[in-house]
């Protein structure tokens, strides 16, 4: 694996989301969960490619603002509709900073 320093863990408060270019471009969805978990995703919807991060993350709940499908903010999976998924990339907290593994992980698209 080769994980790549995406952002700093300042960057992202408790309970909130951002999102981060990685050095290859993949745009990268980090949640930084109020129990102190961390996780990475795909930054796009899966269904319309609307950027996620303009949607709200709230109870654990992350909800795509243009047609208001939802993701388990832990695993990524659907919650409405079920049967998608967002693509979870690999981190890794590092002192102050977050790390990413990019390779191999292809962002899901439904209907493919």
């Excluded at 991060?53 to 499908?69: F, I, K, N, P, S």
């Excluded at 990524?76 to 998924?85: D, E």
């Excluded at 979870?88 to 907290?93: D, G, I, S, V």
């Amino acid at each position: 694996m080769a994980f790549e320093k995406l952002c700093r863990t300042d960057a992202v408060a408790p309970g909130a989301m951002a999102e981060f270019t990685a050095g290859d471009g993949s745009r990268i969805l980090v949640i930084r969960q109020a129990n102190g978990d961390w996780r990475a995703f795909q930054a796009l919807c899966p269904h319309a490619a609307v950027e996620l991060v303009a949607g709200t993350y709230a109870d654990g709940v992350l909800t795509c603002r243009e047609h208001w499908w939802q993701f388990d903010g832990a695993s990524g999976q659907g919650t409405n509709p079920t049967g998608c998924h967002l693509a979870r990339y690999p981190l890794q907290l590092r002192a102050e900073d977050v790390f990413v593994d990019v390779a191999g992980v292809r962002p899901f698209k439904a209907g493919r």
